[in-house]
């Protein structure tokens, strides 16, 4: 795993570019009171660099032009005169000896520094007791003197750790700003840049005199991995990070008015309990995995010492949070195909102690569906597209609603019930329809089967349809009719909505616990050539990720997880990578995106993959688990997002399980001719690796999964058999050599 980024840059790219230094802005006079209460004046000239994060770089490859020398200026010689009204003058000892100042106001060094107020830049009030100050800011004080002492973190990096002489917890700049510890403020940036944001976290003279204070930086949007779709973000919302620099203190600026405010699913709860503030704050950044997470205990935020931010320090009983009571957590499987995602993650969730099974699943393909339904019986799966199904979900509330099952807007009842309640307006078109058809065949309903939104008919008339089954009428009768055109069934609608509410055939708000899926990619695919890099959202193909983001802010699920192809993070620069990100972030989702290969957890192949982490504020943010397969990482991954990549801490040592290879896989499979007909048959070999041990395995036979009732069977082998090619195919293969071999070349 790459190594921790350094801290000295608060807002630096995760491209690791390097940003230009700047010049000091102003021309100030540091004012000093060193034990000897001798006053000292340095003088910080325009040439004083400071780097963006603030801190300054000497003038000089010697160091003979730093600002912060502590030997006292020489003082020239002065020489007597007299002017015309007789007031005696002094005249500096210089060959031009332009320079003149009346005698009677010669004044001390001291004195101009007293006069010169507005100037000063300084700490005030008594310093903090030297035994608390080595208590709370120990790396200050290991020094014995020296001005500087390298340090070394656990994963090997080395910091220049700056030594104090005593720390101060108020400070005055410019000679009128009262900066108090712990105080939120603007530091100086780059001309034309807008002021960084931070939090005064620690105030202390240098050993060698020099005024600095630790700032522990806040992002704006644009300046995280969200880059320039932080516009999708608030303006006044920022995150506060756990990177911290040392800055001269005259860079502060002014102070601020932070807010701390509760992440809240529920936007305009959230929007109400902001007040009136410069910015506010609800979310921690962290370079490690692009996280955005819940911010620390009040008591952690102001912790000098910057905390470790590795996925492996989180709490290991993440997901226990989903269901906390003994019922079932539910899954919401989007663009399921056969149900492999949701499947895998229900064996996971399983093995770790929580009972997760996929509820409801959709797909636009109908043998996928028939697939999933035909494994997982319990499962309801609907074949239709995420735009459908989002639709349908929402007239499904309505309809719980006018039937008072679910708790709803009172405008979103009143809007549905004008197309269901039983008023004399359909009465009368159905008997005008009648009188126009003369002696016409009535159909009665008998009940309703199931619900859609679409066009199942495919007369493009979309909207909400019934399955109906009819009264004296067989199934091989049943149809799809407009809910419309059933205002007279309001017993049959009844029923029919009451029952589905109970055995919870679509989800309402709420009741899912996570949603899973991985939105088609044929827009971002490398295999693509016509791939729209300027504006990627416009292309169509790339629309089911904001489908995908719209259910989860309707459904608001506690966890989600998404999945998609490396391509999300390269192409475009990451663009559609960074927009998932921020609308989940905008909802206030806590938030991280990893890179895994599939070849390092024991699969015989590379396959990488992006997975997008969500949790509710209320929940614990789910980390990724750790290789356990030796894998060499090819280089899919910008260099940008190589901090994504989840793997072990950098120099740990770690004793991985060897890579598998196809044969691992394969070897024990029977072989199988062109006509081969059978949809079941015997392995014929026992397995020789421990993923084919695992692979045979049926479901009640799985991890997690009780096995009292299980009966033991023979494992059996199924759907292996080839696509059969026609005669002159076969013939063509067949004489493909199996081995390589030399051909002779003859002249």
Same mark, same amino acid.
């Given at each position: 795993?790459?190594?921790?980024?350094?801290?000295?840059?608060?807002?630096?790219?995760?491209?690791?570019?390097?940003?230009?230094?700047?010049?000091?802005?102003?021309?100030?006079?540091?004012?000093?009171?060193?034990?000897?209460?001798?006053?000292?004046?340095?003088?910080?000239?325009?040439?004083? $660099?400071?780097? !963006?994060?603030?801190?300054? +770089?000497?003038?000089?490859?010697? #160091? %003979?032009?730093?600002?912060?020398? /502590? @030997?006292?200026?020489?003082?020239?010689?002065?020489?007597?005169?007299?002017?015309?009204?007789?007031?005696?003058?002094?005249?500096?000892?210089?060959?031009?000896?332009?320079?003149?100042?009346?005698?009677?106001?010669?004044?001390?060094?001291?004195?101009?520094?007293?006069?010169?107020?507005?100037?000063?830049?300084?700490?005030?009030?008594?310093?903090?007791?030297? $035994?608390?100050? !080595?208590?709370?800011?120990? +790396?200050?004080?290991?020094?014995? #003197? %020296?001005?500087?002492?390298?340090? /070394? @973190?656990?994963?090997?990096?080395?910091?220049?750790?700056?030594?104090?002489?005593?720390?101060?917890?108020?400070?005055?700049?410019?000679?009128?700003?009262?900066?108090?510890?712990?105080?939120?403020?603007?530091?100086?940036?780059?001309?034309?840049?807008?002021?960084?944001?931070?939090?005064?976290?620690?105030?202390?003279?240098?050993?060698?005199?020099?005024?600095?204070?630790?700032?522990?930086?806040?992002?704006?949007?644009?300046?995280?991995?969200?880059?320039?779709?932080?516009?999708?973000?608030?303006?006044?919302?920022?995150?506060?990070?756990?990177?911290?620099?040392?800055?001269?203190?005259?860079?502060?600026?002014?102070?601020?008015?932070?807010?701390?405010?509760?992440?809240?699913?529920?936007?305009?709860?959230?929007?109400?309990?902001?007040?009136?503030?410069?910015?506010?704050?609800?979310?921690?950044?962290?370079?490690?995995?692009?996280?955005?997470?819940?911010?620390?205990?009040?008591?952690?935020?102001?912790?000098?010492?910057?905390?470790?931010?590795?996925?492996?320090?989180?709490?290991?009983?993440?997901?226990?949070?989903?269901?906390?009571?003994?019922?079932?957590?539910?899954?919401?499987?989007?663009?399921?195909?056969?149900?492999?995602?949701?499947?895998?993650?229900?064996?996971?969730?399983?093995?770790?102690?929580?009972?997760?099974?996929?509820?409801?699943?959709?797909?636009?393909?109908?043998?996928?569906?028939?697939?999933?339904?035909?494994?997982?019986?319990?499962?309801?799966?609907?074949?239709?597209?995420?735009?459908?199904?989002?639709?349908?979900?929402?007239?499904?509330?309505?309809?719980?609603?006018?039937?008072?099952?679910?708790?709803?807007?009172?405008?979103?009842?009143?809007?549905?019930?004008?197309?269901?309640?039983?008023?004399?307006?359909?009465?009368?078109?159905?008997?005008?329809?009648?009188?126009?058809?003369?002696?016409?065949?009535?159909?009665?309903?008998?009940?309703?089967?199931?619900?859609?939104?679409?066009?199942?008919?495919?007369?493009?008339?979309?909207?909400?349809?019934?399955?109906?089954?009819?009264?004296?009428?067989?199934?091989?009768?049943?149809?799809?009719?407009?809910?419309?055109?059933?205002?007279?069934?309001?017993?049959?609608?009844?029923?029919?909505?009451?029952?589905?509410?109970?055995?919870?055939?679509?989800?309402?708000?709420?009741?899912?616990?996570?949603?899973?899926?991985?939105?088609?990619?044929?827009?971002?695919?490398?295999?693509?050539?016509?791939?729209?890099?300027?504006?990627?959202?416009?292309?169509?193909?790339?629309?089911?990720?904001?489908?995908?983001?719209?259910?989860?802010?309707?459904?608001?699920?506690?966890?989600?997880?998404?999945?998609?192809?490396?391509?999300?993070?390269?192409?475009?620069?990451?663009?559609?990578?960074?927009?998932?990100?921020?609308?989940?972030?905008?909802?206030?989702?806590?938030?991280?995106?990893?890179?895994?290969?599939?070849?390092?957890?024991?699969?015989?192949?590379?396959?990488?993959?992006?997975?997008?982490?969500?949790?509710?504020?209320?929940?614990?943010?789910?980390?990724?688990?750790?290789?356990?397969?030796?894998?060499?990482?090819?280089?899919?991954?910008?260099?940008?997002?190589?901090?994504?990549?989840?793997?072990?801490?950098?120099?740990?040592?770690?004793?991985?399980?060897?890579?598998?290879?196809?044969?691992?896989?394969?070897?024990?499979?029977?072989?199988?001719?062109?006509?081969?007909?059978?949809?079941?048959?015997?392995?014929?070999?026992?397995?020789?690796?421990?993923?084919?041990?695992?692979?045979?395995?049926?479901?009640?036979?799985?991890?997690?999964?009780?096995?009292?009732?299980?009966?033991?069977?023979?494992?059996?082998?199924?759907?292996?058999?080839?696509?059969?090619?026609?005669?002159?195919?076969?013939?063509?293969?067949?004489?493909?050599?199996?081995?390589?071999?030399?051909?002779?070349?003859?002249?």
């Amino acid at each position: 795993m790459p190594s921790t980024r350094r801290a000295s840059n608060p807002m630096e790219d995760t491209d690791s570019t390097k940003n230009p230094t700047r010049s000091s802005q102003r021309n100030r006079k540091t004012v000093l009171e060193p034990e000897n209460d001798e006053v000292v004046v340095v003088s910080e000239g325009e040439n004083s $660099e400071v780097s !963006r994060g603030g801190k300054r +770089k000497e003038s000089s490859a010697s #160091g %003979a032009g730093n600002t912060a020398k /502590k @030997s006292k200026p020489s003082v020239p010689k002065m020489t007597p005169l007299e002017t015309e009204n007789g007031e005696a003058m002094v005249v500096d000892g210089t060959e031009n000896g332009s320079k003149t100042t009346p005698k009677n106001s010669k004044k001390t060094k001291k004195d101009v520094a007293v006069n010169e107020d507005e100037e000063e830049t300084k700490f005030l009030g008594e310093p903090v007791d030297d $035994e608390e100050a !080595r208590r709370r800011w120990p +790396k200050r004080y290991q020094g014995k #003197g %020296a001005k500087k002492v390298i340090s /070394k @973190s656990s994963n090997g990096d080395s910091e220049e750790i700056i030594q104090a002489r005593r720390h101060y917890t108020q400070a005055k700049v410019d000679g009128c700003m009262i900066f108090n510890l712990y105080d939120d403020a603007h530091v100086k940036a780059e001309d034309g840049e807008d002021c960084y944001i931070c939090k005064i976290v620690e105030m202390f003279e240098a050993v060698d005199g020099d005024l600095y204070f630790t700032a522990q930086w806040f992002y704006r949007a644009q300046d995280t991995v969200l880059k320039t779709l932080g516009h999708l973000i608030d303006k006044k919302r920022v995150f506060f990070s756990q990177i911290q620099d040392d800055n001269p203190l005259d860079c502060l600026v002014a102070k601020l008015n932070i807010a701390k405010v509760s992440l809240n699913v529920d936007l305009e709860a959230k929007n109400k309990e902001i007040p009136s503030c410069d910015y506010y704050c609800d979310m921690l950044y962290k370079l490690e995995y692009s996280s955005f997470t819940n911010l620390p205990p009040e008591g952690k935020t102001n912790a000098s010492e910057e905390a470790s931010s590795t996925i492996s320090d989180d709490s290991p009983d993440t997901v226990n949070g989903a269901n906390s009571g003994s019922e079932d957590a539910s899954l919401l499987d989007l663009y399921s195909g056969c149900g492999a995602m949701s499947t895998g993650l229900c064996l996971g969730a399983n093995m770790a102690g929580l009972r997760l099974v996929t509820k409801w699943a959709v797909d636009i393909n109908k043998y996928a569906c028939e697939s999933l339904q035909w494994n997982h019986p319990e499962t309801t799966v609907r074949n239709e597209s995420a735009e459908d199904f989002l639709a349908l979900l929402k007239e499904w509330e309505r309809l719980c609603a006018s039937f008072s099952l679910s708790k709803s807007e009172n405008l979103e009842r009143q809007s549905f019930n004008s197309s269901v309640n039983e008023d004399n307006v359909n009465d009368e078109e159905e008997e005008e329809d009648e009188n126009e058809d003369g002696d016409g065949e009535v159909f009665e309903v008998e009940k309703f089967l199931a619900i859609c939104y679409g066009d199942p008919k495919e007369k493009g008339e979309r909207g909400l349809y019934l399955k109906v089954r009819w009264k004296n009428y067989g199934p091989e009768e049943d149809t799809w009719e407009p809910l419309d055109g059933l205002g007279d069934c309001r017993e049959c609608l009844k029923d029919f909505v009451t029952s589905g509410f109970k055995a919870k055939i679509l989800p309402l708000p709420g009741d899912v616990d996570v949603i899973c899926g991985g939105p088609p990619c044929q827009g971002i695919s490398g295999f693509n050539r016509f791939r729209n890099k300027d504006n990627p959202l416009q292309d169509e193909k790339n629309k089911q990720l904001q489908v995908f983001t719209e259910i989860v802010e309707y459904l608001k699920p506690k966890f989600v997880l998404m999945e998609n192809v490396v391509d999300i993070v390269k192409f475009a620069e990451g663009y559609l990578g960074r927009y998932a990100l921020s609308k989940l972030i905008h909802l206030n989702y806590q938030v991280r995106m990893g890179m895994m290969a599939a070849g390092a957890y024991g699969l015989p192949q590379f396959r990488m993959r992006a997975f997008f982490w969500g949790a509710r504020p209320n929940q614990k943010l789910p980390q990724y688990p750790l290789p356990t397969h030796d894998l060499v990482l090819r280089g899919v991954i910008p260099v940008e997002f190589e901090m994504n990549t989840v793997g072990w801490e950098e120099g740990k040592k770690i004793e991985l399980e060897k890579k598998l290879l196809l044969e691992d896989a394969i070897s024990d499979l029977p072989s199988v001719g062109n006509y081969e007909d059978k949809d079941e048959m015997d392995y014929e070999k026992e397995p020789k690796t421990e993923f084919q041990r695992f692979i045979r395995l049926r479901r009640e036979e799985m991890p997690g999964f009780s096995s009292l009732n299980a009966k033991p069977t023979k494992h059996l082998l199924y759907d292996h058999r080839p696509l059969q090619l026609n005669t002159d195919d076969y013939q063509r293969v067949c004489r493909v050599p199996k081995r390589k071999r030399l051909s002779r070349c003859y002249s």
